[in-house]
């Protein structure tokens, strides 16, 4: 055994590992002796290591069956890391290391099976399929580790919720106690982590705090004589200029430099910028890009073949991306725990201070949020999970995996749930409402004797089903009237958006025509009463403590006693003596301050945090739909609600409104907010989501937001559990009882405070249009004439395939001026005139399209080209064209007007055709 074990450390350290790291000193003992181990320490550290070298040691010794280690990790990206890192390890040893996940080809998998590892890399998806295919199934047998790879990711997302209840799917398989290590560069629930990896809590936890050896500054560059001229040839601000440039400075010193940023739109504008501006050699990396160009992007970063990468949080977690000197943060990272993940990226090694830097932008509220998390990051403060209990669409599909596992007895079924951390508290009545609903949708049955079986769709269901969340599709937005793709948005912003949203996109206020599949076909928008544009607001939500934080400490700016060790620009300090010299009442943490703006605009300074705003706003609106009998909108960040109404607000409006809040129950406030929610567009795409997750509806159908099936469901358990989900992770049930707390102070302005428009600047961040109808009717003018059809003369026969803008007054071989027009991809229309000449007899479909050709003709001869315009608007067809034709009458800016307007129409109402 000695010989062993010293044979053991020859070979680890012969590939490099001369020592043990301070987390490996703590964690290798624990996970040795057989605990369940929770291990947490920065990137760098050797978590991975920590973790899997007792159990390749195990592995070493005993040589026990294969596979006798699941190595789950939610990224495949990390995948790729983690399978270099452990080939090298396990090749030294003897002892195989494989990976198995969805884009795993047909041989590897065979190979897996025929010739399996010792320790098997895989995601939470996977491993929930390996329980139901045979093969894999008697290799999970031999399972006695599970190592949990970024742990803190699983807390509070459904697919994390899938792989707990997996977990405990794959203990029963075994039947024999399973080891679990669970591995996190953070954790912001250490008790709740514990409890994920054993309903007991009997977890040990390895820890090495990373915020003992992190440096991070705040730093505001001053605009200067160059970053003016900056501003000035590439038509951005001299605050954005000062910022770009300072990157650039700090990238020459710090090459390659890491910038972190919370959303794509921003990583892409700032890789641009200075890559225009300074020539630098600074790429985009996000989870919109390919597969292929992030691991390029990766490579040449590890290499030092760039300048600087610019980067979302597609970067945050383990990948190996080589020596980083510095981390800048781009703008408030708005989480402590975001904050600590990416600074801990540069000099992750033993001796190394992680290094970073967080630039603020121009927004007083940013600046002082920056502030709050910096300190909270250095105090070691982590964020809690969001957590959904019982979430009853991932016990639907957990029901499926058991069902064709060979589980059929209901109470063996909740007991699996019940060893799953998020269901131990789940009722028996929802569990038996989950089965009514798979057996109605035909994926489960239930027998006489009440034990269950399959259904027909239940295989699709379950293979096609998974919790991973949406938020990365992209859809690209179109400008209708042009076809020109205007950029491209993510489903968490395309999620608050519907038909007639205004939104900014480019500087430009877009309102949406309609939303298909993959696209947003947009028109130019105008701001109307009681509509107020969607905007970027981050989707990483700001904390209640947080939000107050910053109201205390503009507090104190009031009264002139803020801390020097605040960082502050002096533009804030002139913005405060601003606000008290125009007389507003003071912003406080224990008061919600209304500004009434000329009656038709409010804004809430509230200090709750996204999630609290968005509760009082939903509230504040619902209410004041109530008593005005109109409808209003509301917007929120994290420190104020905008709402506006169609019809004019006064102070006793918004007092009325107040002492509703006041008097009424927190059930009955619940169950409004719920109202709210549901009236929400967010409930909408929420819904669509859950029929997929409950397979009511096939998870590959084309069923899009807009279906009106959504509607059967809105009401029932798939309803439910959209709203629940929203509830948790965009709203905040604790602020109801809050507000009932908290002093209003109600003002009515004739213009925003300056505070106000610290809010309004960025919500209302857009260009106005300039009178674009000439503009619109000789873009639409253009498009039209470049269309093509096939003519056809019905006195001669003559026909020819022609653009509009070419198209003959008359036909060139008899001089009839009656000439008919179809699609160029329909040529059976030619034939049927040409058949009608000859005298034939013609059949039931042939006479419709000669009927068609014969109506556009008429037109034609009394409207000549301006019948084949008509014709090649979207919508416009021979059934139609004399609605649009008549308006000649009236100019031909009211033609064209009405000919937009049929394409409006089309565009909206084709997705119910379709």
């Avoid at 090749?91 to 190979?111: M, P, Y």
């Avoid at 071989?813 to 013609?842: H, P, Q």
Wanted: glycine letters at 6%; proline letters at 4%; hydrophobic letters at 40%.
């Amino acid at each position: 055994m000695l010989s062993e074990a010293q044979d053991f450390i020859s070979r680890i350290k012969s590939i490099g590992y001369s020592e043990l790291t301070p987390i490996q000193k703590i964690a290798i003992p624990l996970v040795e002796k057989g605990n369940d181990v929770l291990i947490t320490a920065p990137t760098g550290f050797g978590k991975t290591e920590a973790a899997v070298l007792p159990v390749f040691y195990s592995i070493y010794l005993n040589r026990p069956m294969k596979v006798s280690c699941l190595y789950i990790t939610p990224l495949r990206s990390l995948n790729r890391d983690v399978e270099d890192r452990l080939k090298r390890i396990g090749s030294a040893l003897g002892i195989k290391v494989g990976v198995k996940h969805g884009d795993t080809t047909e041989k590897q998998r065979k190979d897996i099976i025929n010739d399996p590892p010792d320790l098997l890399i895989t995601t939470p998806e996977s491993a929930q399929y390996f329980l139901i295919n045979k093969k894999m199934r008697e290799l999970m047998r031999n399972l006695r580790w599970i190592i949990i790879d970024e742990l803190q990711e699983m807390l509070d997302e459904k697919r994390g919720v899938d792989l707990s209840v997996t977990l405990e799917r794959l203990k029963r398989l075994v039947g024999r106690r399973l080891q679990l290590i669970g591995i996190s560069a953070t954790v912001g629930d250490v008790d709740m982590a514990r409890k994920y990896l054993n309903v007991s809590g009997n977890v040990k936890v390895a820890k090495v705090d990373l915020t003992k050896n992190m440096d991070v500054t705040i730093e505001i560059p001053e605009v200067t004589e160059e970053d003016l001229k900056i501003a000035k040839s590439h038509s951005i601000s001299p605050e954005v200029a000062s910022r770009i440039r300072k990157l650039k400075e700090i990238a020459t010193e710090n090459k390659p430099l890491l910038v972190f940023t919370n959303t794509r739109e921003m990583t892409e504008f700032l890789a641009n910028s200075m890559s225009n501006v300074f020539q630098m050699k600074v790429v985009a990396h996000h989870g919109s890009l390919s597969r292929e160009l992030r691991v390029t992007v990766e490579k040449d970063f590890r290499n030092s073949n760039v300048d600087a990468v610019i980067a979302t949080s597609s970067l945050e977690l383990g990948i190996d991306i080589g020596s980083v000197k510095l981390v800048v943060q781009y703008m408030s990272p708005r989480e402590s725990l975001r904050l600590i993940q990416r600074i801990g990226r540069s000099n992750h090694h033993l001796s190394g201070i992680s290094k970073g830097i967080v630039m603020p932008g121009n927004d007083l509220y940013d600046v002082l949020e920056c502030n709050a998390i910096v300190r909270l990051a250095k105090q070691g403060y982590v964020e809690k999970p969001l957590v959904e209990y019982t979430p009853l669409d991932v016990m639907a599909h957990q029901i499926a995996g058991m069902v064709l596992e060979g589980y059929d007895n209901v109470n063996e079924i909740e007991k699996v749930l019940r060893g799953s951390l998020y269901f131990k508290d789940m009722k028996r009545e929802e569990l038996e409402e989950v089965i009514e609903l798979l057996q109605g949708a035909r994926i489960i049955k239930r027998k006489d004797d009440g034990k269950l079986g399959v259904s027909w769709r239940i295989w699709r269901y379950y293979y096609g089903t998974n919790m991973i969340p949406d938020s990365i599709r992209s859809f690209s937005v179109i400008d209708s009237l042009t076809g020109t793709k205007l950029g491209t948005l993510n489903e968490d912003f395309v999620s608050t958006l519907e038909d007639d949203s205004l939104f900014i996109l480019g500087g430009r206020l877009w309102k949406v025509v309609t939303i298909e599949q993959d696209k947003v076909l947009v028109e130019r928008g105008q701001l109307k009463k009681g509509v107020l544009p969607s905007w970027f607001g981050e989707s990483i939500p700001v904390e209640r403590e947080t939000a107050m934080w910053v109201y205390d400490r503009i507090n104190e700016m009031f009264k002139g006693n803020i801390k020097d060790d605040v960082v502050l620009p002096q533009e804030s300090k002139a913005l405060i003596r601003e606000y008290k010299e125009r007389g507003y009442p003071e912003v406080k943490r224990d008061t919600v301050l209304v500004e009434i703006i000329n009656h038709d605009l409010i804004i809430l300074h509230s200090p709750l945090g996204n999630r609290g705003n968005n509760t009082l706003g939903a509230l504040f609106s619902v209410l004041l739909n109530g008593i005005k009998m109109a409808r209003s909108s509301f917007r929120a960040d994290s420190y104020h609600v905008a709402l506006s109404s169609m019809v004019p607000i006064f102070s006793e409006d918004v007092r009325k409104v107040k002492d509703e809040m006041l008097s009424l129950s927190y059930e009955q406030l619940l169950g409004i907010l719920e109202r709210g929610i549901r009236d929400s567009p967010q409930f909408r795409w929420k819904l669509l989501v859950e029929v997929k997750r409950f397979g009511v509806i096939d998870p590959k159908s084309d069923v899009d937001v807009s279906s009106t099936i959504l509607k059967a469901y809105a009401d029932t358990l798939v309803g439910r559990e959209a709203v629940r989900e929203l509830l948790v992770k965009n709203y905040d049930e604790q602020a109801i009882s809050i507000l009932k707390t908290l002093n209003w102070e109600i003002v009515e302005v004739p213009s925003p405070s300056p505070l106000a428009s610290q809010f309004l600047n960025r919500l209302m961040a857009f260009q106005s249009w300039e009178d674009n109808s000439p503009f619109i009717m000789g873009v639409m003018k253009e498009r039209l004439l470049e269309k093509e059809f096939n003519l056809v003369c019905l006195v001669c026969g003559w026909s020819d395939k022609v653009k509009v803008k070419y198209s003959p007054s008359k036909c060139p071989k008899c001089g009839s001026v009656f000439i008919g027009a179809s699609e160029t991809s329909e040529t059976d229309s030619i034939k049927a005139v040409r058949k009608a000449l000859k005298g034939y007899n013609l059949d039931k479909n042939e006479k419709k399209l000669l009927e068609n050709v014969k109506k556009v003709a008429s037109f034609f001869s009394s409207y000549g080209r301006n019948a084949l315009i008509a014709l090649a608007t979207p919508g416009v067809g021979p059934s139609n064209i004399g609605r649009a034709l008549i308006k000649l009458g009236e100019g031909e800016e009211q033609f064209y007007t009405a000919l937009l307007e049929e394409e409006r129409r089309f565009l909206k109402n084709r997705k119910f055709w379709q």
